[in-house]
């Protein structure tokens, strides 16, 4: 009985803390071109599944992603609702039937922030931790 | 012919091995992306042969390949253009096509126009039907997605316009409206099987074509148009939609058999409706189409007689799928097609019902392979038009039940 109560309790820290790791460990980022300061979810996934292609303040804006990693697994969960492979399917689909390009992709933090920096319209995300040098901090409303 | 594809199928498969990238490239200062793609399938019955393949001895006549290239020329303006090949049993001959080509303009998210060839939107997956690496089946459910006359149906000539509406707490709304004309696809399975079926109805109580080349006809198409809206619902992973589509088919060519006198088949009325509904959780995925087709059409007998065909088809599916690893996905559909709905639906000449099993294995991002299992009852052999189960193939008639194994092993880049 002991074990069990002990083994719900562990199972229920172990959800607490992915759903924690999930809800704040990013930031949502952007190149000092785009004028909006806050963006929406729906904003959000709308850019990164291409029905968007403007913010509400008529920006333009290029979605980038990360290859893999903790970051670009809490995104996905947080704002786009599909699993990494779902969504490269997704593209897949948009790109052979011409109706977008298959969006950059980057191996790191590090790699988003320099490309987010120097790209015009670019809107991406990095863990929360990372250095944002460069580049504009989105509030997600 | 066939070494011509062969030598073309090697090539685009070994290109980007070889150069281990993509093919993106920088013009006047623009990126332009290239991809491509092709597949290579085997299919295995026990009886009967299905989509003009010899599939009762083993047929490696399923073949495709293309390659495309896009860009933005502004934010708001794109063009580009895909070639595409392929040969399925006596169809196709690796004859190149243009799959599509066009420029689309997008003035707002609610408002795009797109003209040119165009992929035509409907259902759940009718523009990317034929692109096997984006689903889990080898060989789709062939009551929606008939690979035998895909040419003749999956793109227009014309235009499109389109986009998306997001709706606050509602979800969002994507429409598209289309139309335009159907291309002709000489060597595609609607002109195969009206010249090599000559319609005289089957025996009674058996289960036989009587079949002759009687006819050459060369051109199908007309005008369609219509529209698709699909609405992402407020409920994560749940999207709902629909489809209308109207086209006027003309069809000509020339008896050959007992008098050589001009053929034509016009539509009198062919009209599309279609339902669907597709349901993510993680990595499990349900969906489901049903399709309605009520259609008229007028055709000169040799004798100069006009007749009419009627054929009232419904055609749908349900699917599951789970993908267990990033490299195994497994899933099942059931696929049924009344060939005409009011009368018997119980009988194999008017209906084909297909279960599925899949073993999808993505060996890299770039490969995968499925294995899949077809338990086929019914051949729809009585409509105005054939269904997969052609006469010329089958000389000797068809079993009423069949069973089928599909390999395909497919590389995208």
């Known amino acids: ?49 291409a029905t968007k292609t403007s913010l509400s303040d008529g920006s333009h804006v290029e979605p980038v992603l990360e290859k893999d990693g903790p970051a670009h697994e809490a995104f996905l969960k947080q704002f786009i609702g599909k699993t990494d492979t779902a969504l490269e399917t997704y593209y897949r689909s948009l790109v052979f039937t011409g109706k977008a390009s298959m969006p950059k992709t980057l191996p790191a933090d590090a790699e988003m922030v320099a490309y987010v920096a120097k790209t015009k319209g670019a809107i991406g995300y990095v863990s929360a931790g990372a250095s944002t040098a460069g580049v504009k901090t989105l509030e997600v409303k | 012919m066939r070494i011509r594809g062969s030598w073309l199928l090697a090539a685009i498969f070994a290109a980007p091995c070889l150069l281990n990238a993509q093919f ?6 623009r990126d332009v992306q290239v991809h491509s793609f092709a597949s290579q399938g085997f299919a295995l019955s026990n009886v009967n042969n299905y989509l003009t393949m010899n599939t009762s001895g083993g047929s490696f006549g399923l073949t495709d390949f293309g390659f495309n290239a896009s860009t933005a020329i502004t934010d708001k303006l794109r063009v580009g253009a895909q070639l595409y090949d392929y040969n399925l049993g006596r ?17 707002r998210d609610w408002l795009g126009i797109r003209g040119g060839k165009v992929k035509t939107v409907q259902g759940l997956s009718h523009d990317t039907q034929d692109m096997e690496f984006l689903h889990t089946w080898a060989l789709m459910p062939q009551s929606v997605y008939p690979l035998d006359t895909r040419g003749d149906t ?25 139309g335009g004309l159907r291309p002709n696809d000489p060597d595609g399975g609607y002109i195969y099987g009206v010249n090599t ?24 198409g007309g005008p369609v148009y219509g529209a698709d809206l699909h609405w992402a619902t407020p409920l994560k992973g749940l999207l709902l939609g629909a489809s209308y589509m109207i086209q006027d088919i003309t069809t000509t060519g020339h008896y050959t058999e007992p008098v ?27 969906a489901g189409e049903y399709r309605s087709e009520p259609k008229i059409v007028q055709l000169n007998e040799p004798n100069g007689v006009l007749v009419q065909g009627f054929q009232d088809s419904r055609s749908g599916y349900v699917s599951l799928s789970y993908r267990f690893t990033k490299w195994l996905e497994l899933g099942s559909y059931h696929s049924r097609y009344i060939d ?43 409509g105005v038009l054939d269904h997969g189960f052609y006469a010329a193939p089958n000389p000797s008639g068809l079993q009423p039940t069949m069973d089928m194994l599909v390999m395909r092993v497919g590389y995208h880049m």
């Open chain 2, 340 to 382: 005409n709905w009011p009368t018997i639906h119980s009988d194999p000449r008017n209906h084909i019902f297909d279960q599925t099993f899949t073993a999808r294995f993505d060996i890299n991002k770039n490969v995968d392979f499925k294995i899949e299992g077809h338990f086929i009852n019914g051949a729809a052999i009585d």
């Open chain 2, 260 to 286: 050589v006198v001009p053929y034509k088949l016009t539509t009198v009325t062919d009209k599309a409706t279609q339902f669907y509904a597709e349901y993510v959780l993680g990595n499990l995925r349900f």
């Open chain 2, 91 to 107: 169809l196709g001959d690796y004859h190149p096509q243009l799959d599509w080509a066009y420029a689309d303009y997008k003035f």
């Open chain 2, 24 to 29: 993106d490239f920088t013009l006047d200062g």
């Open chain 1, 1 to 49: 009985m002991r074990n069990t109560q002990i083994f719900l309790c562990l199972v229920l820290l172990a959800v607490c803390a992915a759903v924690t790791a999930f809800a704040g460990d990013i930031k949502v980022i952007a190149n000092p071109s785009v004028g909006a300061s806050s963006v929406s979810a729906d904003e959000i996934k709308g850019v990164f599944l």
């Open chain 2, 154 to 178: 999956i793109s227009h000539i014309g235009g499109d316009l389109y986009g998306d509406i997001g709706i606050k707490k509602m979800g969002t709304f994507s429409y598209t409206l289309f």
């Open chain 2, 197 to 220: 079926m000559s319609h005289v109805p089957a025996p009674q109580g058996g289960f036989m074509y009587i079949t002759g080349q009687t006819k050459d006809v060369t051109y199908y």
